[in-house]
């Protein structure tokens, strides 16, 4: 049904001259104190995998005459993100390995060892303000704890403007209790704290990895439910507010 409404949607709106963008979707990675120099690596490389993967790539072209824009950044401290990919428009497989292949050469750098959510989100959110024409707003926010500093995320939430997009979430769990590290909380506690005070809109939802190891598959699974839920978030040349067309339910 989701593939029937992606090709339909196709149909209808990828004319020719009418070329756009369907969705913009705006990756937040936290590199907080509690991310240690391997797991910074296995989110950047996981990610670039989901990336190539061959189902995402399929999804991410599966509208012919439109794209999905995506832009890349870390986040720790109030005042510590860093943009990692500028919005990169994914309109064939080389610009999808071009993006893939970017996340694997970057270093990590020094930066506030604080969880702020709230920046992280509003972060984002600037970014997805610079592509206004996209017809879908999305923040992909990942994330292994709950927010210590800076505005609270669910505060954030409450100044996004009218046409405010989606905020999903991938929350990293420590993969077994005997590894769970003191003060982080579970990953059952963990998905209660961002269901309740990150994710936001009607097809919000979020996904889980009981390991950094397990990020990549995660990952792959976000990226193709966001993708897919699709259908249309906004009619092109649409002024009013996101129109969707399905929705998932949240787990």
Partial sequence: MIRAALALSAIVFATPGAATCRQA??????ISGSVDDTEYRQQLDGLAAALMAPAVQSALLAMPGTWVE???????GPDDQRLLLSWSPM???TTIARAAKTLTMISRRPSD?????GAALAFGNGLLAQRPDCWRHAIDISGDGTSNSGPRPQDVRKTLPPHTP????LIIGSGTAATTEPM???IQTLSGYFHAHVIHGPDAFVETASGFSEYRKAMERKLLRELQVLAIGRLPGSQGSD???HHAPNK
Avoid: F, K
């Avoid at 995506?70 to 720790?76: N, S, T």
């Avoid at 060892?113 to 959510?117: D, E, G, Q, V």
């Fill in 70 to 76: 995506i832009a890349v950044y870390e986040w720790a």
């Fill in 113 to 117: 060892p604080s969880t702020a959510l």
């Fill in 184 to 186: 982080q909380p579970d």
């Fill in 243 to 245: 129109t969707p067309m």
């Fill in 91 to 93: 309109t064939d497989e």
């Fill in 25 to 30: 979707l705006a990756l937040g990675l936290d």
């Fill in 166 to 169: 989606t905020i999903n979430a």
